[in-house]
């Protein structure tokens, strides 16, 4: 590896020191690492014909905004390029598949070519969804040589995830992604060579990220400009004025078109997820019999875990109903800090949500019998090995706290203890997100959205679970109205609340003939006496979701209220939709 | 501590130093308090007026008249590593509790304990730090006095909304001002309270003045909250 030597050199001097790309490519010089390269080509297309189940020779293209991102083997030789327009690729091949852009479904679908080449070398890095990085030293050696280990891996990937690759070896990043391209072995000490001539256009396949790749493309157009067409004419430029004249990212292809490596290869451990099931013979409804169900299905994912020496940061509870349907919901596990009773946990949660659901207190597809139940460990990471805080374990006052929950859990059900969470949203309502202690949940909606319209600070100390009529009256006693271009009928004057039908007070004051309450009918709201407004802001328009069935068009008030004795009264946040008032939240 | 000894000072002399270093380890631990009880919780600096001890554990405070009272009472403990479960409060604001300060993460909400209210107040005082009480749990005088006293035994402290008979401490709003709205503009910006103090260990009420809601536009040139106590009443 004469390659090394260089690049420990360049390391010393007082030049290379200096800033790299941010992000993963941190600084400091890396001894460069032989690695085999595993390139699939045009990997989304690949990734959206598995799913489109389409066969392998036909035409299809991957459509990102106004351009195709990849196109399939088919598909270019009838004349269609990455970059077209989805119109110029019909003209050119009539029958091909336009398929949907989707970077989770790329990234899922690598999985599998992922695992495939784990099969033949442990620990490979997933650079991006279609190229992987294996170092090879080892395995080169295990496998005889580093033409049988390219083969294996080609095997492996053909084999057990079905789909072509190429593999490539050299020393360093950006030589080994070129080489995997033209299938090539580069022997060891010759990528500088191997670089040399290819142009500068190669730059962008050792990024990675879409945003380092876009930098490093403005880079290379401003190379060609200059007429640096080649990686030797580049790397020929003295380190210093590369770095003063292109920054950071110069820096860093010009270390990368040297061959060098900016840094070690991350590789991947994966452990898989452990799944038990249990399926039932007779379709079964009663809680009794999940109950027994639940505690073996538990205790034999226990016994999985046990035995795989892992152990499980979340756990999926799967329910198959007899009509089809899937209740399913994810649960945190904190079984490091309370070995040996991970089945008893699990058998709770699991009778908790089969309870709930059952008893249709839940929200979930209709009840029907169940016909099989799957326990999946996830998050599985070896024994020994889980995060722990920074400070130390779980303190004796978190887990005492947990355990009071769970029995509290266990009182009431599982949904009446709730964890809250904050999340985006425009009303204090919608700004919280309540899942029952314990389980786990992605928040709805991001926080540092925008949200126009957002009701400002400060919040509510209490917000109404679900609305309530209010009545804001003007100085004459008549309802004040908005109309759709937030004008008031009238400013507001007076508002009436409603009072606690059980409060003896508001009831007498109600029967009383002065109220006009004679033969009315007692179902019906109770109010209370109008209060005078002290002060009030608004109409603030709160328009959401339009294109949706749930839109919602409100018009909120700010009111503080006066007392009758003139000293001052509550705030409320009162809200109009539909020719109606109502009482959002109270600042209390 | 260091005290040095000469070993011709005579026995009254040691002692009396052996008594002054143990009456200053006292004053640094927090004098006057029972053996019993470990140290207080903290309390944030808007409401520290109203209970100069501090958040003493083992007691229940009755808070009558605002929920984000209750809320600021809370909130500095919790954001230090304090468990909070609140109980019977289906509306209660955790936008609000959020930005009092409380760490959500240590937050547990039973909206609606229902005829079983008694057991899971005793469950959480057993093992949570802060219970805060909604108005209408389904609890007797006499499960109140037992919860107050588990929680004496506990170390937890109970923050009532509402009466509780046999509170250690009482805090009625009795004027609660929001500045900041006009006619049609503005928004809610400055809320003062003024909260009478009752305690069983003390005579008559106190008070104080709570600036809740200090708006940091109007407020930027005065760093903090302002606490004022306004009047001793006998």
């Given at each position: 590896?004469?390659?090394t030597?260089?690049?420990?050199?360049?390391?010393?001097g007082?030049?290379?020191?200096?800033?790299v790309v941010?992000?993963p490519?941190?600084?400091g010089?890396?001894?460069?690492?032989r690695?085999?390269v595993l390139?699939?080509?045009?990997w989304p297309v690949?990734?959206?014909?598995g799913?489109?189940s389409l066969?392998?020779d036909?035409?299809?293209a991957?459509?990102?905004?106004?351009g195709?991102?990849a196109?399939?083997?088919?598909?270019?030789?009838?004349?269609?390029?990455?970059?077209?327009?989805?119109?110029?690729?019909?003209r050119?091949?009539?029958?091909?598949?336009?398929l949907?852009?989707?970077?989770g479904r790329?990234?899922r679908?690598?999985?599998?070519?992922?695992?495939?080449?784990e099969?033949v070398?442990?620990?490979?890095e997933?650079?991006r969804?279609?190229?992987l990085?294996?170092?090879?030293d080892?395995?080169a050696?295990?496998?005889?040589?580093?033409?049988?280990?390219?083969?294996?891996?080609?095997?492996?990937?053909a084999?057990?995830?079905?789909?072509?690759?190429?593999v490539?070896?050299?020393?360093?990043l950006?030589a080994?992604v070129l080489?995997?391209?033209g299938?090539?072995?580069?022997p060891?000490?010759?990528s500088a060579?191997f670089l040399?001539?290819?142009?500068?256009?190669v730059?962008?396949?050792?990024?990675?990220?879409r945003r380092?790749?876009?930098?490093?493309?403005?880079?290379?157009?401003?190379?060609t400009?200059?007429g640096?067409?080649?990686?030797?004419?580049?790397?020929?430029l003295?380190?210093?004025?590369v770095l003063?004249r292109?920054?950071?990212?110069?820096m860093?292809?010009?270390?990368?078109?040297?061959?060098?490596?900016?840094?070690?290869?991350?590789?991947?451990?994966s452990e898989?997820?452990?799944?038990?099931?249990?399926?039932?013979?007779?379709p079964?409804?009663?809680?009794?019999?999940?109950?027994?169900?639940?505690?073996?299905?538990?205790?034999?994912?226990?016994e999985?875990?046990?035995?795989?020496?892992?152990?499980?940061g979340?756990?999926r509870?799967?329910?198959?109903t007899e009509?089809?349907d899937t209740?399913e919901r994810?649960?945190?596990?904190d079984v490091?800090s309370?070995a040996?009773a991970?089945a008893r946990?699990?058998?709770d949660?699991?009778?908790?949500?089969l309870?709930?659901w059952?008893?249709g207190?839940?929200?979930?597809p209709?009840?029907?019998?169940?016909?099989s139940l799957?326990?999946?460990a996830?998050?599985v990471?070896a024994?020994?090995?889980?995060q722990?805080?920074?400070?130390?374990g779980?303190?004796?006052?978190?887990?005492?706290?947990?355990?009071?929950?769970?029995r509290?859990?266990?009182?009431?059900g599982?949904d009446?203890?709730?964890?809250?969470?904050?999340?985006g949203?425009r009303?204090?309502r919608?700004?919280?997100l309540?899942l029952?202690w314990?389980?786990?949940?992605?928040a709805?909606?991001?926080?540092?959205?925008?949200?126009?319209?957002?009701?400002?600070?400060?919040?509510?100390?209490?917000?109404?679970?679900?609305?309530e009529?209010?009545e804001?009256?003007?100085a004459g006693?008549?309802?004040?109205?908005i109309d759709?271009?937030l004008?008031?009928?009238a400013?507001?004057t007076?508002?009436?609340?409603?009072?606690?039908?059980q409060?003896?007070?508001?009831?007498?004051?109600?029967?009383?003939?002065?109220?006009?309450g004679?033969?009315r009918r007692d179902?019906?709201p109770a109010w209370?006496?109008?209060?005078?407004v002290?002060?009030?802001?608004?109409?603030?328009?709160?328009?959401?979701r339009?294109w949706?069935?749930d839109?919602?068009?409100?018009?909120?008030?700010?009111v503080a209220?006066r007392?009758?004795d003139?000293?001052?009264?509550?705030?409320l946040?009162?809200?109009?939709?539909?020719?109606?008032?109502?009482?959002?939240?109270v600042y209390d | 501590?260091?005290?040095?000894?000469?070993?011709?000072?005579?026995?009254?002399?040691r002692?009396?130093r052996?008594?002054a270093?143990?009456?200053g380890v006292?004053?640094?631990?927090?004098?006057?308090r029972?053996?019993?009880?470990?140290p207080?919780?903290?309390?944030?600096?808007?409401?520290?007026?109203?209970?100069?001890?501090?958040?003493r554990?083992g007691?229940?405070?009755a808070v009558?008249?605002?929920?984000s009272?209750?809320?600021?009472?809370?909130?500095?403990?919790?954001?230090e590593g304090?468990w909070?479960?609140?109980?019977?409060?289906?509306?209660v604001?955790?936008?609000?509790?959020?930005?009092?300060?409380i760490?959500?993460?240590?937050?547990?909400?039973?909206p609606?304990?229902?005829?079983?209210?008694?057991a899971?107040?005793?469950?959480?005082?057993d093992?949570?730090?802060?219970?805060l009480?909604?108005?209408r749990?389904?609890?007797?005088?006499?499960?109140?006095?037992?919860l107050?006293?588990r929680?004496r035994?506990r170390?937890?402290?109970?923050?009532?909304?509402?009466?509780?008979?046999?509170?250690?401490?009482r805090?009625?709003?009795e004027r609660?001002?929001w500045?900041?709205?006009g006619?049609?503009?503005?928004?809610l910006?400055?809320r003062?309270?003024?909260?009478?103090?009752?305690g069983?260990r003390?005579g008559?009420?106190?008070r104080?003045r709570?600036?809740l809601d200090?708006?940091p536009?109007l407020?930027?040139?005065?760093?903090?909250?302002?606490?004022d106590?306004d009047?001793?009443v006998?």
């Open positions: 590896m004469s390659e030597a260089p690049a420990r050199k360049a390391g010393t007082p030049v290379v020191t200096g800033p941010a992000g490519v941190a600084a010089p890396v001894a460069t690492t690695r085999a390139w699939v080509p045009d690949v990734a959206a014909m799913e489109a066969r392998a036909a035409p299809a991957v459509l990102h905004g106004r195709l991102v196109v399939s083997a088919a598909a270019r030789a009838a004349g269609v390029r990455r970059g077209m327009r989805r119109r110029l690729a019909q050119a091949c009539p029958e091909i598949a336009i949907a852009h989707d970077e790329d990234a679908a690598f999985e599998a070519v992922a695992a495939a080449a099969d070398v442990s620990g490979v997933v650079s969804p279609g190229l990085m294996i170092p090879a080892g395995a050696r295990f496998h005889g040589s580093e033409e049988a280990l390219a083969e294996a891996l080609v095997t492996a990937v084999e057990l995830a079905g789909c072509e690759s190429s490539g070896m050299a020393d360093g950006l080994a080489a995997a391209r299938s090539a072995l580069v060891p000490g010759e060579a040399a001539d290819a142009p500068v256009d730059l962008p396949l050792a990024a990675m990220e380092q790749r876009e930098q490093v493309e403005d880079l290379v157009s401003v190379l400009r200059l640096l067409r080649t990686l030797a004419e580049y790397t020929a003295p380190v210093g004025d003063a292109f920054g950071p990212v110069g860093w292809a010009h270390r990368v078109g040297r061959g060098e490596d900016v840094r070690p290869p991350v590789l991947r451990r898989e997820d452990i799944a038990v099931g249990y399926a039932f013979e007779e079964a409804e009663r809680v009794e019999q999940l109950a027994l169900v639940a505690a073996h299905v538990a205790g034999l994912l226990d999985a875990l046990l035995e795989a020496g892992v152990r499980c979340r756990v509870i799967a329910a198959t009509r089809g209740l994810v649960w945190r596990t490091g309370r040996g991970f946990h699990m058998t949660r699991v009778r908790w949500q309870e709930g059952l008893s207190t839940a929200a979930g209709e009840r029907a019998p169940l016909t799957e326990l999946t996830e998050d990471v024994l020994g090995s889980e722990a805080y920074l400070w130390g779980v303190s004796g006052a978190d887990s005492r706290a947990q355990r009071t929950l769970e509290v859990q266990s009182l009431l599982a009446a203890v709730l964890a809250v969470r904050e999340q949203g009303s204090p919608d700004r919280v309540a029952p314990g389980q786990e949940a992605p709805a909606r991001r926080i540092e959205h925008p949200w126009p319209g957002q009701i400002p600070e400060p919040a509510p100390a209490t917000v109404l679970a679900v609305p009529p209010l804001v009256l003007d006693g008549a309802p004040v109205l759709r271009r004008g008031m009928s400013p507001p007076w508002v009436r609340m409603q009072v606690d039908p409060d003896e007070r508001a009831a007498a004051a109600r029967r009383h003939p002065s109220s006009g004679v033969g179902d019906g209370g006496l109008p209060q005078p002290e002060a009030w802001a608004g109409p603030w328009p709160v328009v959401e339009w949706s069935e839109a919602s068009r409100r018009a909120c008030l700010q209220l007392r009758a003139g000293s001052p009264g509550p705030a946040l009162a809200s109009f939709t539909g020719g109606r008032w109502v009482l959002e939240a | 501590m260091i005290t040095e000894t000469t070993p011709d000072a005579s026995r009254e002399e002692l009396s052996a008594r270093a143990l009456a006292s004053t640094r631990v927090g004098a006057g029972e053996e019993w009880e470990r207080a919780l903290p309390l944030a600096q808007e409401v520290a007026g109203l209970l100069p001890e501090g958040l554990r007691q229940v405070i009558s008249g605002a929920t009272l209750m809320l600021a009472l809370a909130a500095r403990a919790s954001a304090s909070v479960a609140a109980l019977g409060m289906p509306t604001g955790v936008v609000a509790a959020a930005r009092r300060g760490d959500l993460s240590r937050l547990a909400l039973v609606h304990p229902g005829a079983q209210a008694p899971a107040v005793g469950a959480c005082v093992g949570m730090d802060v219970v009480l909604g108005e749990l389904a609890l007797s005088d006499a499960d109140r006095r037992r107050g006293s929680a035994e170390g937890g402290v109970i923050i009532a909304a509402g009466d509780w008979t046999g509170a250690h401490v805090l009625d709003v609660a001002a500045t900041g709205l006619a049609g503009d503005g928004r910006r400055e003062e309270l003024v909260v009478a103090v009752t069983r003390q008559g009420a106190r104080v709570v600036l200090a708006d536009g407020r930027w040139s005065r760093p903090g909250a302002r606490i106590v009047e001793e006998a």
